[in-house]
């Protein structure tokens, strides 16, 4: 394939950016927003918020992305696991999960980062 073309580019169009680069000579991600100072556009209201990626998005993200998980540790991401991952329920500590992992920043970090792997590609 020659050419793939991903329509959006947060998350999702990163990662399918990511994916379609094993497939295409050249990829293009068409972001319709404006970005703004801080690289995110006016349509992404949760982007001063705390993300966490559970054990399952964690493990995704290292597939396509190895080594990434280093790189954002390094940069101020959290990365928590086995006992340092408790979840609650309506203020009710549930049982613990064996091997849970969590990985936590903001979306403009893990976005900015993930921005800079596909820009590479």
């Not at 990365?79 to 999960?97: I, M, N, S, T, W």
């Amino acid at each position: 394939m020659r050419r793939a073309i991903v329509m959006g580019g947060s998350y999702a169009g990163l990662f399918a950016a990511r994916v379609l680069s094993d497939y295409a000579e050249d990829v293009v991600v068409v972001e319709p927003d404006v970005m703004g100072d801080d690289g995110f556009g006016r349509r992404t209201p949760q982007r001063h918020q705390l993300h966490a990626l559970l054990s399952m998005g964690h493990t995704q993200l290292e597939r396509w992305f190895p080594g990434i998980t280093d790189d954002l540790v390094a940069g101020g991401a959290r990365l928590g696991e086995g006992d340092d991952v408790q979840f609650y329920l309506d203020g009710r500590l549930k049982a613990p999960v064996a091997r849970a992992r969590m990985l936590g920043a903001t979306r403009p970090f893990l976005e900015s980062h993930l921005r800079r792997r596909v820009a590479d590609l």
